[in-house]
């Protein structure tokens, strides 16, 4: 006999990424939501999505979802800027017609509306995958953020891998990551944002080569602000009182996931559960 499904306040945040970039909006959920329960799946065996065509990102997005609606999630966080350029407005009308009437967040759009508060000047840059760039999202969020803004995109491919490599960080990254600022440099931007999860990872570096009056906006504290008055407006915060349970669920090897994602998280990484996703397996 299966067990009684919980109340809706006491279920899940999920999250999901193509792999641990992801875990760095993770880690701002636990700091600004203590008490809730977050499920955290990262897509490894499909890694990296920057180069995969809008089609396939929309069927990752949808198989994901629905393994994740499955555990009976009460929010999805969709903690991947690839992701969310190429499949947020099917994947949110797909999860809120369902008899749970789940909400999905992606990244683009509250770091658009931060990004669009810091700029002065108004010459906001973007570092991306090719395919976050390609899709022209953040060129309609910052458009309908901030219409007399001006965007200058830097596909970055190959970037994502590297950092993700591991580190310490070798001059393969230095050099990448300095050719890639080279346009914002030259386009005199004052606000950047960092449109892949892992980029975080190298800010310090982004910093130093873009110069310090330039502001680095990333996608972890503007989504957990969203996802904290997502879930108060439909009456779904957590009333526990102690921390919350994190869990992790991952389409690759559990070893790899644990070892590279406790230096995105900076907390342990214990409970992996290794799952199977239909085109993940064929990959």
């Known amino acids: 006999m299966s067990s009684p499904a919980p109340p809706p306040r006491e279920r899940p945040i999920a999250v999901f990424d193509s792999g641990v970039g992801g875990l760095t ?15 955290y799946l990262g897509d490894t065996a499909r890694f990296p999505y920057g180069e995969h065509s809008a089609a396939d990102l929309e069927r990752f997005a949808l198989e ?10 009460k929010l999805l966080v969709v903690a991947c800027n690839a992701l969310s350029s190429a499949a947020l407005p099917s994947l949110r009308a797909r999860m809120l017609s369902t008899t749970l009437g789940v909400d999905v967040l992606g990244v683009i759009e509250p770091e658009s509306r931060i990004a669009a508060a810091h700029s002065a000047s108004r010459r906001i840059g973007l570092l991306a995958t090719t395919a976050t760039v390609a899709s022209g999202a953040y060129d309609r969020a910052l458009q ?9 995109s830097v596909a970055c491919p190959g970037l ?36 892949c ?16 009056g330039v502001t680095l906006v990333s996608s972890g504290r503007a989504l957990a602000l969203s996802v ?6 439909a009456g779904l915060s957590s009333e526990a009182s102690g921390e919350g349970d994190y869990r992790f669920l ?4 559990v070893e790899a996931f644990r070892a590279v994602g406790s230096r995105f998280l900076q907390l342990p990484i214990e409970q992996i559960e290794h799952v199977e996703l239909r085109s993940a397996v064929a990959a």
Do not use: K, N, W
């Open 25 to 39: 909006v993770l880690q701002e959920l636990l700091v600004e939501l203590p008490h809730e329960d977050f499920l």
């Open 64 to 73: 994901i979802a629905e393994h994740l609606l499955a555990r009976r999630a």
């Open 144 to 152: 309908a953020a901030a219409p007399d803004a001006t965007l200058t």
């Open 160 to 195: 994502a891998p590297m950092i993700q490599e591991g580190f310490p960080v070798d001059h393969r990254v230095v050099d990448a990551v300095r050719g890639y600022c080279a346009p914002l440099r030259e386009a005199g931007v004052d606000t950047v944002i960092l449109g």
């Open 197 to 212: 999860t892992h980029y975080p990872l190298v800010a310090p570096m982004l910093q130093r080569m873009l110069g310090p």
């Open 228 to 233: 904290a008055s997502s879930l108060e407006l």
């Open 250 to 253: 991952c389409t690759g090897d």
